[in-house]
């Protein structure tokens, strides 16, 4: 790929480099003994999780997922009575790249949308209903969230949850329970996160405090009897969902951190025990690899799925922009908006337009630097880094002497002006004697295939125009 920028990669260390390094060291043994384990003729555990967990780390999961597919088909690990298994069955479809809306003869998606009850809450039994499981509401919604939908009656479903939780700020797996659990509550703040909420929510406070109270000096827990692999992976998961180091400071005892106690169970070959000490266990060896690959890779994987398989309700998949919406929605350059939708037809501002140029060219690059060369880009303006950016780079440059415009629309002659520059073009676009200051870049940009569908220079581009380009511009 043709590119005159050449940004300096910088990762955003959010995590404490020496624990990330350790976790790293030991996903390989453990991924080796997760797919000889699982693919053994002997094996009739649950497949999803150790699915999720192996894609998680781009690992080959045809067969297994096969194997799961027609286990559905037949009934195996698989009932209408129980809603988990609708929805653990569609997080590891969607992990291993299929449809769950054509899954094993099932639409999955639409079974755990249906059987939504009207309070929000997500029923015990696609068949029959229920309203006392928390795990089954709880995993309806970050099953849908992962297959990139939006939630259905999500104020609702959020409140459902609030109201359930434990006067000590943690959950049960049943309403009925009233004493926490370690692994429920690690579990409830995925679905805070697949909700939308963050660690400033209340509820989710009480939470983390809850695990805090937890904690012992060596970064373990203790819950239903005992200490587990398990509890460490579940809030590993649930802290990483919201954006919380699990080996930071917050979590850090006089003995270890929640990263270093669940590497205390691990064994020699790379397997993981349930207890301390125990014999290796597979439950336990999965959800640590899903726990340490989500530190590993500093980012949930509920989350990354969820980029990868957003669906949008006005981009059909015959738009012309699907693709590439697709795409840049899941490098994390564009978003969509909370109601599920992208509004690709809306017009795209100077600001918007540069922040989406700088996050295409520079995926790894932390934005922290300011300008202060435009008297309309403050300092403080969400964002000045991105203009800075591209203002250094020549990519674009203010309306007016000491202006940038950010509220203002981007034309489609100025798109082409910026994708030509990144592309180290601009010496050729050249307009000649009596044409527009912009016609020689469009020339370039038509040759180079980068002008989208209903092209007019002076006009606004939209939000989907723009991701056509940029995706023609990253090929």
């Given amino acids: ?42 094996y009739d555990g649950m497949l999803d999780w150790p699915i999720l967990g192996l894609a998680a780390m781009s690992k080959n999961v045809s067969s297994f997922i096969n ?7 037949k009934g195996e690990l698989f009932t209408a009575d129980r809603s988990t298994d609708y929805q653990r069955s569609i997080v590891g479809a969607v992990a291993a790249g299929k449809d769950p809306r054509s899954f094993g003869g099932y639409n999955l998606v639409n079974e755990v949308k249906t059987s939504q009850l009207a309070n929000g809450k997500f029923g015990d039994s696609i068949a029959k209903g229920g309203s006392n499981l928390v795990n089954a509401h709880v995993w309806g919604i970050i099953s849908l969230y992962t297959a990139g939908e939006t ?41 805070f996160g697949a909700l939308g909420e963050t660690k400033d929510h209340a509820a989710v406070k009480k939470a983390i405090q809850y695990l805090k109270n937890q904690q012992g000096d060596k970064g373990d827990f203790t819950g239903w009897g005992g200490s587990s692999s398990e509890s ?20 850090s005892k006089k003995d270890g951190d929640l990263v270093t106690a669940l590497l205390a169970y691990r064994k020699k070959d790379g397997s993981f025990s349930h207890a301390l000490n125990g ?31 957003l669906r949008f309700s006005d981009v059909p998949q015959s738009h012309f922009a699907a693709s590439a919406i697709k795409k840049l929605v899941a490098e994390g350059v564009l978003k969509g908006f909370p109601d599920g939708t992208f509004q690709p037809n809306t017009a795209v501002k100077r600001q918007e337009f540069a922040t989406m140029i700088a996050l295409s060219m520079n995926k790894n690059k932390s934005f922290s630097a300011v300008t202060r060369n435009f008297k309309d880009v403050p300092t ?19 309306r007016s002497s000491g202006m940038f415009a950010p509220e203002e629309t981007i034309t489609g002659a100025e798109v082409m002006t910026a994708l030509v520059h ?24 038509s040759k180079k295939g980068l002008l989208y569908p209903n092209f007019d220079a002076t006009k606004p581009a939209t939000r989907a125009q723009c991701a056509y380009s940029l995706e023609v511009l990253l090929k």
Avoid at 1 to 12: D, E, Q, T
Avoid at 67 to 73: A, D, S, T, V
Avoid at 380 to 398: E, T
């Fill in 151 to 191: 939630i259905p009656n999500r104020d609702k479903a959020l409140k459902w949850l609030v109201d359930n939780q434990n006067a000590d700020g943690g959950f049960s797996i049943d309403t009925r329970v009233k004493s926490s659990d370690i692994d429920m509550t690690g579990m409830v703040l995925i679905a």
């Fill in 279 to 309: 014999d290796s266990n597979t439950m336990a060896t999965y959800q640590a690899l899903i726990a340490l690959g989500d530190y590993y890779r500093g980012e949930s994987i509920y989350k990354k799925l969820r980029r990868e398989n």
């Fill in 67 to 73: 194997k799961r597919e027609n286990q559905i088909r």
């Fill in 380 to 398: 403080s303006h969400w964002a000045n880094p991105y203009i800075k950016a591209v203002s250094d780079q020549g990519l674009m440059k203010g």
């Fill in 422 to 445: 990144a592309l180290g073009l601009e010496g050729s676009a050249k307009p000649a004697n009596g044409e527009a200051w912009y016609a020689g870049y469009i020339r370039v940009a």
């Fill in 1 to 42: 790929m043709k590119k005159r920028i050449a940004f300096l990669l910088s990762l955003v260390l959010t995590m404490t480099v020496c624990l990330q390094a350790a976790a790293t060291s030991n996903l390989n043994s453990t991924i080796s003994y997760l797919e000889k384990n699982i693919g053994s003729n002997s």
């Fill in 232 to 251: 460490l992976s579940q809030v590993i998961q649930g802290l990483m969902m919201l954006g919380i180091d699990p080996g930071g400071s917050e979590w």
